[in-house]
């Protein structure tokens, strides 16, 4: 593969590098190191502090290490921060390595960070997350259709990105999670809370007794709007921009309890939801305000 060849390649897959099919891509075998002679090993520390070992040529791009990087971790490039062993970031995706000083056995340092948004808990606990499930609704634009899950009209979260939470395999099985209305499929709802709760709602999911709004009854409130409940979410700081973010939830169909509040700040309808286990996290939308 000759070097404009490459270059063609590359400029496809940055084109697609906040979609959900380049985060799934699977056929990584079809993309090549360049020249694999006098090919140097190279050892990525984790933010977490565990390590990760990749084989390129010196000569390749800082975009071609970031996609060793990926294969390896999930991290997808464009959340890769990357820095060399004397904290020089690796800021330019078109440089060669070797302008760096990346020579064999370089030690290089890994950050994470979000596209469009952030929020700690992805830095902390990257565990917790699904990258190949990330979504990227900021620039869709829903007016004029119409989307089902359960029966129920389905309301996606444009104008965030969405981070996936790993939850496929945690439970029974995945049929919540389906949709095509299938039996077992749960109904789509949002939460909004504060970015201190993400890390505890993440792992453990919904407490029942830690909730405190009670306007409308006790419960775990939730809407199938996510501008609804991004009006309950309480707006962050994150690197010197402003934040809110949402819970993307599947909530049990037999468990809604529908609030109608259209003389209630403007708001179309919330629902509550009488235990955690009957409404399950399965992704965070994080907006810029």
């Known amino acids: 593969m000759d070097s404009v060849q490459v270059s063609t390649l590359f400029s496809v897959l940055r084109s697609f590098s906040n979609s959900q099919f380049a985060e799934n891509t699977t056929d990584g075998a079809a993309i090549q190191n360049p020249d694999e002679n006098g090919s140097i090993q190279i050892c990525v ?8 070992e990749v084989k390129c040529n010196p000569d390749t791009s800082v975009e071609y290490l970031k996609y060793l990087i990926y294969t390896k971790t999930g991290i997808q490039a464009a959340s890769q921060r990357l820095s060399n062993q004397h904290n020089l970031p690796l800021d330019d995706d078109d440089q060669l390595l070797s302008n760096y000083g990346i020579a064999n056995d370089s030690l290089i340092h890994l950050g994470v960070r979000l596209l469009g948004g952030g929020f700690s808990a992805y830095k902390i606990d990257p565990s917790l997350f699904d990258p190949p499930f990330n979504f990227d609704f900021r620039k869709i634009n829903d007016d004029g259709k119409k989307f089902l899950r359960a ?21 029974e099985n995945d049929d919540w999670l389906g949709s095509n209305n299938g039996k077992g499929e749960w109904v789509n709802a949002y939460h909004g809370t504060t970015e201190s709760n993400v890390l505890s709602i993440a792992r453990s999911g919904f407490d029942v007794k830690k909730c ?16 609804t409940a991004l009006s309950y979410a309480t ?7 402003n934040y809110k973010l949402v819970f993307q939830v599947r909530v049990d169909p037999t468990q809604i309890n529908l609030v109608a509040i259209q003389a209630y700040n403007a708001h179309d309808e919330y629902w509550t939801v009488p235990d955690g286990k009957y409404i399950r996290p399965f992704a965070i939308c994080v907006y810029e305000v």
């Open 151 to 171: 029966g129920r009209q389905y309301f996606r979260p444009c104008g965030s990105f969405r981070y996936a939470l790993k939850v496929r395999g945690r439970y």
């Open 235 to 241: 707006p962050y700081e994150y690197e010197g921009k």
């Open 45 to 52: 520390k984790l933010s977490k502090g565990n390590y990760v």
């Open 212 to 227: 405190r709004r009670e306007v409308f009854g006790s419960g775990i409130y939730c809407s199938p709007d996510p501008k």
